[in-house]
């Protein structure tokens, strides 16, 4: 499975972007599908995914800010961002799995395949 991020730019805070994980492979709707961030000098950090039932998670930064959401038909996991903060500047990854369990969503270390970050800056 191959996964590419786009979508990332630079925006003024308050502004919005939207995100795009574009996967191969013809199981798709099998995989649950991650963002991450990682800041620089920070670790990766989880920011929401969202299960092949399409239940979603969120860390808490950034409920009712973020949404994720998946296209089956068109192998493609976004996350639409609004209300941006500074702190939301990163560079946000995704990846997938098929076998984790909705207990580790969170875990970085639990999802199988990665995609090139793509990079949110956030001015103020």
């Known amino acids: 499975v191959q996964l590419q991020a786009s979508g990332g730019g630079l925006v003024q805070a308050g502004g919005s972007l939207r995100l795009s994980c574009l996967t191969s492979g013809r199981t798709f709707s099998s995989y649950v599908v991650g963002w991450f961030r990682q800041a620089p000098g920070e670790e990766r950090e989880f920011v929401t995914a969202?299960?092949?039932?399409?239940?979603?998670n969120y860390e808490d930064s950034v409920k009712g800010r973020f949404t994720i959401s998946r296209d089956n038909a068109k192998n493609t996991v976004y996350l639409q961002m609004n209300s941006l903060k500074p702190e939301d500047t990163a560079l946000y990854y995704c990846?997938?799995?098929?076998?984790?369990?909705?207990?580790?969503?969170?875990?970085?270390?639990?999802?199988?395949?990665w995609g090139q970050g793509t990079l949110v800056t956030v001015s103020s």
């Open positions: 990846a997938a799995s098929r076998t984790i369990i909705l207990s580790d969503i969170s875990r970085v270390d639990r999802y199988d395949y």
């Open positions: 969202i299960s092949r039932s399409s239940s979603t």
